[in-house]
């Protein structure tokens, strides 16, 4: 009930490509779903949330699309470059429960090539 | 400028021995976290701290004990390490009514030996 799920574990999208990273929730009580970003050796960046009464938000190249009927949620990076290889993270959070805690999907391992 | 700081960075310590990690954060935030990642980068709370007082406490052994002395503070000591405590941990925070938005250090790489 707790767990958010995500695919791939990893993914390799040439220069300008798309790249689509899916998670999957079953707690309907999750009330903000957000992305982050880690570089290798850093901390985790929140890079874009949503909440579950939205279908799409995009923030630049990055767009988070949700289907609440499905409880599935995806990043698209379009345009994809080098700079964007990483690891992104899905979570899923309850701010309105006052001991809210963020669930983490298991990360996806992005690399772009030049 | 740090939002979130960590000290020590890297911790390399034998097994049995007693160490600490501290974190501070510089943004007002009343929420504080430990996380630990394990090699597959796996991200899991240990505890979560609002206003000096324990909110989370994720099923970790008893050798690991987190004290705030105020809210800027959060520091992590683990006693008796194990070879399986060799990890990452991470301290973040946040405002309390906006969990999705945490803030994180730079990690403290920990290997036991």
């Known amino acids: 009930q707790q767990q958010v799920k995500q695919s791939p574990q990893s993914l390799i999208v040439q220069k300008g490509g798309i790249s689509i990273i899916n998670c999957a929730y079953e707690n309907t009580a999750f009330d903000y779903f957000p992305w982050y970003q880690q570089f290798p050796g850093k901390g985790p960046a929140l890079l874009i949330a949503?909440?579950?009464?939205?279908s799409e938000k995009k923030e630049g190249r990055f767009t988070i699309s949700f289907n609440k009927s499905a409880k599935q949620f995806s990043l698209h990076i379009m345009d994809s470059q080098p700079g964007d290889s990483a690891t992104y993270f899905c979570?899923?959070?309850?701010?309105?429960?006052?001991?809210?805690?963020?669930?983490f999907g298991q990360g996806t391992t992005l690399q772009v090539k030049p | 400028d740090t939002a979130v700081s960590q000290t020590p960075k890297y911790l390399v310590t034998q097994m049995g021995n007693d160490k600490s990690i501290k974190c501070e954060q510089n943004?007002?935030?009343?929420?504080m976290y430990w996380y630990k990642q394990d090699s597959k980068k796996f991200l899991k709370i240990m505890f979560s701290?609002?206003?000096?007082?324990?909110?989370i406490n994720e099923t970790v052994p008893n050798r690991f004990s987190p004290k705030s002395p105020d809210k800027a503070h959060l520091n992590l000591h683990i006693n008796s390490l194990e070879l399986g405590d060799s990890a990452v941990y991470f301290c973040?925070?946040?405002?309390?009514?906006?969990?999705?938005?945490?803030?994180f250090g730079p990690g403290t790489r920990l290997t036991v030996t």
């Open positions: 973040a925070s946040s405002r309390a009514i906006r969990v999705y938005e945490q803030y």
């Open positions: 949503i909440r579950p009464d939205v």
């Open positions: 701290y609002n206003n000096k007082e324990l909110i």
């Open positions: 943004l007002g935030h009343d929420t």
């Open positions: 979570a899923a959070s309850m701010d309105s429960s006052n001991t809210g805690k963020l669930i």
